[in-house]
């Protein structure tokens, strides 16, 4: 009998093992394979996208692979997996991560087929142009950019209506005005939340920090021209104020929901005891599911000097020991084309990289027009990273976690966040 | 050469041919990659290049690595708070259990519950439990009229959420504690009675001393168990609010599998590799003092 | 003295049903809000039972993940890595429990010491190995292993041999059979209490394991379950009712098998901890 057993458990055995490593039988076919992370809402439009690329191009097979998980899931496996040797020909990731990629060699530099394709590709628009800056190292292009990320003001219209505001803040005075007329922190009301305060990583520093010091018309990072070498300064007059802003709304006037809220950030704006956040274009499809009573819209940047902004978005890259080179790249181009990312948008919500697609039905949700309205203005920055800026702003995020946590004063969040921008730059770019 | 000689020579390499994959396997997983690491935690790796030899430097940073100190301590803050917690309540469970009372099964299997599910879908559970607006946890407490914490959002709260889920983790303990339990001679117990004591003076006098070695044993098995924590800080909180949940074992995943940095990753291994070592052999040196021993007369 | 008796029975029903109830209330609180809508889950106040009970969450559960898949996925490692175990296992007790030969206790003690190195310092070394071999996101660094001896199980299954008299052992010999016969007839049949044992606890590690699945597999189609519950939280949104749904299917079969299996289980826990 135990003789019997063992030998059907080999014969499994050997099945499972031979089920893993079958062959692509299917050697007439080009197989590309593709990594991305979408939810369940998101991935369905992926799925019709790459369905039409198969039958528009019948000698190509794509192999998709949804990594589950947040996006430093995916980063951290994606270069697991060039270590390895086994990465996928082509990737969609976050913009910032091209420095990286390119910087070690891992992702294929575009620039020849850029240059020849132009025409095809968004290039006159000044918005594609800015994410292009993006997508480039050290002079060469490296991704095609879709879906922009970046955040805007969002607001609930009905709230605002219920305490009688007539329209949104303009400038910080107004927001701050505005924020705290609509908190009542025993009842758990507060005027504005952020969703970004505990994680480790850029966003959390671009939230607190980056993009309130911009509009109050200094930048806590340069990047020089001709090295590429970044140079950090958190002590200058604009940012402390611009944390002292953020922390003060936190601790001060008590209208920022606490960080410690941040898992129930969702549900705290589906109830409506939120007045004012930050939100995207992910969340606008998101909430519109999830919170079909929900009354909200956007607006743009309340003003200090200036209102200004990043945009930021995902980029399809391509690996460098592609055995498809041109395959890869005509995927990606029809991923960023315009009628492709029509067809995405009412999946995944992020607003087009095309101006042409804004008049969509889907884009037509009022929350949408405060960001065509931001992402228009001359303020609006393009996103600039360097080698190691990750790492950079997670330990810069950490400090600074420190004050808007309530454990440290603003000065001393930004005097050793200034501290450990410094030692990471060092171990990065030597002395 | 001799009959018995070669009978001898024959049965040795039988025997070997038993043990061998065994053998085999300690080296390839065990010895040689410890050697391995040994010699890693003496470069800079990131996988995609290849090592360069740095000397003793990983050693100098992990000295002065503040989040190496946030992580010991966030360790030792873990395992020094549940570990007596979880025997008191596996001591008391393994009491109760000790009754001959009808319907024991029923009970010892309530009790294993969270100890056999341990892991993933119970830390993900108890997330829906702290959860601050809508879990279990706060909704009890606004029962009673208190305003819970943030839980897990909370730097002061995350910890103190991991060690209450895993304080009702006692399975393993509760079971050896039985064990340890049902092999007290039942005479002293009587011998108590008959002195005039009580069921306390019993527990006391009788039960705890003869204990004593599962007690230590529980508590070896309990720390070296626990000082690998990972799972569940990696699901709830990935290191918590401010690192407040950054357990050493996280920190290495983080260094080794976030910034690939290999290198320094396995010197934080070695490190921890050493605690432990000198902790075991130290409870061991101590326990001849406090642990009673019946089959050597009551001394080691 | 009868008084006195009730009187403890009663304290100890008490404190039995009041730990009961603390104990069982997390699993209550899993399989209610698994039948709960999203709006129910979120709800404040707090309601206990769900209304309606909504079972198409464990459908949808399976299809928003490829559920199904993973419970394949866990089920191929974990009876392979048990597979491997009890080959590997038996024969290492078995060879470690005869008479003594040269290097026996050399390299038991060996083998035991290595329960003493914490899997982190082993397993950076290790990830490189089956990173330059081309293993990584295959099933090979989970199952491998196994089917090279584990310390703890062989020290177990080694316990058992040895209360088996050495004239059971001879007297095959005698009668003709070969070393692996005296093992595969003699040996085997008399520890099946501890095979069980070993079984089981192979089983709670593997199927409860994340830790490996987590950094060796990169592909949704290859992980595992516990693996693949993580899978229900996207960034700063979780499906908590398909994710207690799916919960409750992961913990199902662990929940089977010890109850089914207890009695072996209790047993192998205390011939471990007590001789050791």
């Known amino acids: 009998m135990l003789v019997k057993k063992s030998l059907l458990l080999a014969l499994v055995l050997v099945l499972g093992v031979g089920m893993y490593f079958t062959p692509n039988v299917l050697s007439a076919t080009k197989t590309l394979t593709v990594w991305l992370q979408a939810d369940a809402v998101r991935l369905p439009g992926y799925e019709l996208v790459i369905k039409r690329f198969e039958e528009a191009h019948p000698d190509i097979k794509i192999e998709l692979t949804n990594v589950p998980g947040g996006w430093s899931d995916l980063y951290r496996k994606l270069l697991a997996a060039f270590a390895a040797g086994t990465a996928p020909d082509v990737l969609y990731g976050k913009g910032y991560w091209i420095t990286e990629f390119a910087d070690k060699g891992l992702i294929l530099d575009l620039h020849k087929y850029f240059i020849r394709d132009q025409k095809e590709l968004n290039a006159s628009s000044f918005f594609f142009n800015h994410l292009m800056i993006g997508s480039s190292y050290k002079g060469h292009i490296y991704g095609l950019p879709r879906g922009e990320y970046w955040y805007t003001p969002g607001y609930n219209v009905d709230l605002f209506k219920q305490a009688g505001i007539v329209r949104p803040p303009n400038t910080w005075e107004e927001f701050r005005t505005v924020a705290n007329k609509l908190s009542n922190p025993d009842k758990k009301q507060w005027g504005f939340a952020l969703s970004t305060y505990s994680r480790v990583d850029p966003v959390c520093v671009e939230a607190v920090l980056d993009t309130w010091t911009r509009q109050a018309g200094g930048q806590i990072m340069s990047i020089d021209k001709k090295t590429g070498k970044p140079t950090y300064n958190l002590l200058s007059k604009e940012a402390k104020e611009a944390f002292k802003f953020v922390v003060d709304n936190i601790y001060v006037y008590k209208n920022t929901m606490p960080p410690e809220l941040e898992g129930s950030w969702e549900t705290l704006i589906y109830n409506g005891q939120i007045a004012m956040w930050w939100l995207h274009g992910g969340h606008i499809s998101r909430f519109r599911k999830g919170a079909p009573n929900l009354n909200f819209s956007s607006f743009i940047m309340p003003k200090k000097v200036n209102r200004a902004t990043y945009i930021a978005d995902n980029k399809f890259m391509i690996n460098a020991k592609t055995k498809y080179p041109e395959e890869a790249w005509s995927l990606i181009k029809w991923f960023t084309s315009k009628d492709m990312e029509a067809l995405v948008a009412p999946y995944e919500g992020h607003l087009s990289v095309w101006k042409e697609n804004w008049k969509l039905p889907v884009f037509q949700h009022p929350a949408y027009q405060g960001m065509i309205r931001q992402f228009s203005l001359p303020e609006t920055i393009p996103f600039q990273t360097h080698p190691g800026w990750e790492s950079v702003r997670g330990a810069i995020a950490r400090e600074l976690q420190k004050a808007i946590f309530g454990k440290a004063t603003v000065e001393e969040a930004l005097q050793s966040a200034q501290k450990v921008a410094e030692e990471e730059l060092q171990k990065i770019y030597g002395k | 050469m001799s009959n018995i000689r070669r009978r001898y020579l024959r049965e040795t390499l039988t025997n070997y041919a038993f043990i061998a994959p065994a053998i085999a396997g300690v080296l390839i997983f065990h010895l040689i990659p410890m050697v391995t690491s040994l010699f890693l935690s003496l470069t800079r790796y990131d996988v995609v290049s290849s090592p360069k030899f740095i000397g003793l430097n990983n050693y100098k940073t992990m000295v002065v690595d503040p989040l190496w100190r946030k992580s010991i301590f966030n360790t030792c803050y873990y395992v020094g708070v549940t570990l007596p917690i979880r025997l008191i309540i596996a001591l008391i469970a393994a009491v109760l259990l000790d009754q001959k009372v009808r319907g024991i099964t029923i009970f010892r299997v309530i009790f294993y519950l969270p100890s056999i599910t341990a892991g993933v879908a119970i830390s993900l559970l108890w997330k829906l439990i702290f959860q601050p607006t809508y879990g279990l946890a706060n909704s009890l407490l606004a029962h009673f009229g208190i305003q819970g914490p943030a839980w897990l959002g909370d730097p002061k709260w995350a910890m103190p959420s991991i060690i209450i889920m895993m304080s009702l983790n006692i399975g393993q303990f509760m079971l050896i504690f039985l064990a340890g339990l049902q092999s007290v001679p039942t005479y002293l117990y009587e011998a108590v009675q008959l002195d005039g004591g009580n069921r306390w003076h019993q527990f006391k006098y009788v039960t705890i001393p003869f204990l004593t070695p599962v007690i230590f044993l529980n508590i070896v098995i309990g720390i070296i168990e626990m000082v690998q924590m990972f799972t569940q800080a990696y699901v709830m909180t990935g290191g918590g609010p401010m690192d407040a949940t950054l357990v050493y074992v996280m920190y290495i995943y983080q260094r080794a599998f976030q910034w690939l940095e290999m290198g320094y990753a396995s010197s934080l291994a070695w490190f921890l590799f050493i605690v432990l070592l000198v902790l075991t052999i130290m409870q061991f040196k101590l326990s001849g003092r406090w642990v009673y021993y019946e089959s050597a007369g009551g001394r080691r | ?276």
């Open chain 3, 1 to 276: 003295m009868k008084i006195r008796i009730s009187f403890s029975i009663v304290l100890t029903y008490t404190f039995l049903i009041l730990g009961a109830i603390i104990f069982i209330t997390p699993f209550i609180f899993l399989i209610t809000s698994s039948f709960k809508t999203p709006a129910q889950i979120m709800s404040v106040p707090f309601r206990l039972w769900p209304d309606p009970w909504r079972w198409q969450n464990y459908v949808e559960a399976f299809r928003v993940q490829p559920f199904g898949r993973y419970y394949l996925n866990s089920t191929i490692i974990t009876s392979l890595n048990i597979l491997g175990v009890l080959i590997s296992c038996t024969l290492a007790g078995w060879g470690f429990s005869r008479k003594y030969f040269w290097g026996r206790d050399f390299f038991f003690l060996l083998i035991l010491s290595c329960m003493m190195i914490p899997g982190q310092v082993t397993m950076i070394p290790l990830y490189i190995m089956y990173s330059k071999l081309g293993w990584i996101n295959t099933y090979f660094p989970l199952i491998l292993p196994s089917f090279f001896g584990s310390p703890f199980y062989i020290f177990l299954i080694r316990q058992f041999f040895l209360t088996i008299p050495d004239e059971l052992a001879d007297a095959a010999v005698i009668d003709g059979c070969s070393p692996f016969k005296v093992f595969w007839y003699v040996g085997l049949p008399l520890v099946k209490p501890a095979l069980v044992s070993v079984t089981i606890f192979t089983f709670l590690a593997v199927w409860n394991d994340f830790f490996s699945p987590l950094i060796y597999l990169n592909s949704p189609q290859k992980y595992t379950v516990m693996l693949g519950l993580t899978a229900y939280q996207a960034e700063g949104f979780t499906h908590w009712e398909y994710l207690m749904a799916a919960s409750a299917i992961a913990m199902l079969p662990v929940f089977v098998i010890f109850l089914s299996l207890q009695r072996y289980f209790v047993q192998g826990m205390a011939m471990s901890g007590l001789k050791g």
